[in-house]
């Protein structure tokens, strides 16, 4: 009973020293242009907190969250340049590329504000039940699994490439310039952009605790270790994977609803195979069985990205992909597992217990 108060303690204390970074000291100490990098850098750590439960507790090695990440980028982008072109008037790069006079029927229920924030959270949550319901009924998993959702990445990108007249190619849908009435030109609502993307990754983090820590997570951890038993105890190990699959890539395509009006872009080049890679190698580095690790090790990797591929185009794939196998050979719980291991190595030992000498004969 101690250990579980102790842990809520530490666990508050550091919800409430994650929110006075974010909500205070961040603001103050970054520049308006610093601050819309680490507003995009705690998108991508929403996904980590998706990929934490679902391969962290699970096992389940989700290499296609970015088909979930552009699917929710994608529904808040269509209605952001609906707004943008006004009542009656068709988005820019429909009126660049498309023949159309009207928007295409599958476009306007974006219209709706409503419709469009549902969807960015449902439509990744309803493609990843059906897609779950195929694979886990199969009994699909580990290295087929993987390949499996990585190739359905790679399969949403090249159609959206091919549907230039209404996705807008391989240029994606571009040059937002509003966000539900706000200019993002103005500094001040940039900042209320990146306000929203840290409450938002907050409460993420909250939720996906509440599942690791109830009933629902002890059990994907007994299925991720020994799926059979828990066929045998009455579970079906299919609906159990399919929960955290399905919330992971809820999670995902919030964060991609949320990364649109940070960048004011989403485009098939953010949401192919290797952004999926680049999600799974955050959450991987920072320890995908920890939520802090995970997101900790998702804004790391993303700041790298952004900062040693400026001064390395080249090499900074090689170095990504080398990160990810350092990780997972030499330190598969990633740099979380560190404070675990220092943490043991101080303690002090316990006195060995030596068994008492009985003499002969007693002992006859």
């Given at each position: 009973m101690n250990?579980l108060?102790g842990?809520?303690?530490r666990?508050?204390?550091?919800?409430?020293?994650?929110?006075?970074?974010l909500?205070?000291?961040?603001?103050?100490?970054?520049?308006?242009f610093?601050l819309?990098?680490?507003?995009?850098y705690?998108?991508t750590a929403m996904?980590?907190?998706?990929?934490c439960?679902a391969?962290?507790r699970?096992?389940?090695?989700t290499?296609?969250q970015g088909?979930?990440?552009g699917?929710?980028g994608?529904?808040?982008?269509?209605?952001?340049?609906?707004?943008d072109?006004g009542?009656g008037?068709?988005?820019?790069?429909m009126?660049?590329?498309?023949?159309?006079t009207?928007l295409p029927?599958w476009?306007q229920p974006?219209?709706?504000?409503?419709?469009?924030i549902a969807?960015?959270?449902?439509?990744?949550?309803t493609?990843?039940?059906?897609?779950?319901l195929?694979i886990?009924r199969?009994?699909v998993?580990?290295?087929?699994f993987?390949i499996l959702?990585q190739?359905?990445?790679?399969?949403?990108a090249i159609?959206?490439?091919g549907?230039?007249a209404t996705?807008?190619?391989?240029?994606g849908?571009?040059?937002?310039?509003?966000?539900f009435?706000y200019?993002l030109d103005?500094?001040?609502?940039?900042?209320?952009?990146?306000?929203?993307?840290?409450a938002?990754l907050?409460?993420?983090?909250?939720?996906?605790?509440?599942?690791?820590?109830?009933r629902y997570?002890e059990?994907l951890?007994?299925?991720r270790d020994s799926e059979?038993r828990?066929?045998?105890?009455?579970?079906?190990?299919?609906?159990v994977?399919?929960?955290a699959?399905?919330?992971a890539?809820?999670?995902?395509?919030?964060?991609g609803?949320?990364?649109?009006p940070?960048?004011?872009?989403i485009s098939p080049?953010?949401i192919g195979?290797v952004?999926?890679?680049?999600?799974?190698?955050g959450?991987a580095v920072?320890?995908r069985?920890s939520?802090?690790g995970a997101?900790l090790g998702a804004?790391a990797?993303?700041?790298?990205?952004?900062t040693?591929?400026e001064e390395?185009?080249?090499a900074?794939t090689?170095?990504?992909?080398l990160?990810f196998?350092?990780a997972?050979?030499f330190?598969?719980?990633?740099?979380?597992?560190?404070?675990?291991?220092?943490r043991?190595?101080?303690?002090?030992?316990?006195?060995e217990q030596?068994?008492p000498?009985?003499?002969?004969?007693e002992a006859a």
């Amino acid at each position: 009973m101690n250990l579980l108060k102790g842990r809520s303690a530490r666990a508050a204390a550091g919800f409430a020293a994650a929110a006075v970074v974010l909500f205070a000291v961040a603001p103050l100490m970054l520049s308006d242009f610093r601050l819309g990098l680490l507003a995009k850098y705690l998108c991508t750590a929403m996904v980590a907190v998706g990929i934490c439960l679902a391969w962290g507790r699970g096992g389940l090695l989700t290499l296609g969250q970015g088909v979930f990440f552009g699917l929710g980028g994608y529904a808040m982008a269509m209605h952001l340049k609906i707004a943008d072109a006004g009542p009656g008037n068709l988005p820019d790069f429909m009126q660049l590329y498309g023949t159309a006079t009207e928007l295409p029927w599958w476009w306007q229920p974006f219209a709706n504000p409503l419709f469009a924030i549902a969807a960015t959270v449902l439509l990744p949550m309803t493609v990843a039940a059906l897609l779950g319901l195929f694979i886990f009924r199969r009994r699909v998993k580990g290295a087929y699994f993987a390949i499996l959702s990585q190739a359905l990445a790679a399969a949403f990108a090249i159609w959206l490439i091919g549907q230039q007249a209404t996705t807008g190619g391989t240029n994606g849908l571009t040059d937002i310039q509003g966000f539900f009435g706000y200019s993002l030109d103005d500094p001040v609502n940039q900042r209320m952009v990146y306000f929203v993307i840290a409450a938002v990754l907050l409460l993420l983090i909250a939720l996906a605790r509440q599942l690791i820590q109830s009933r629902y997570g002890e059990l994907l951890v007994a299925v991720r270790d020994s799926e059979e038993r828990v066929r045998f105890l009455g579970y079906d190990p299919a609906n159990v994977k399919l929960v955290a699959y399905v919330v992971a890539a809820g999670m995902a395509g919030l964060a991609g609803a949320l990364f649109v009006p940070a960048v004011g872009i989403i485009s098939p080049a953010l949401i192919g195979i290797v952004p999926s890679i680049e999600f799974v190698i955050g959450a991987a580095v920072g320890g995908r069985a920890s939520l802090a690790g995970a997101v900790l090790g998702a804004v790391a990797v993303a700041w790298a990205k952004t900062t040693l591929s400026e001064e390395f185009p080249a090499a900074w794939t090689y170095f990504q992909g080398l990160l990810f196998i350092v990780a997972l050979a030499f330190l598969p719980g990633g740099l979380a597992s560190l404070a675990v291991y220092v943490r043991r190595r101080g303690a002090p030992k316990a006195p060995e217990q030596k068994a008492p000498v009985v003499p002969v004969g007693e002992a006859a």
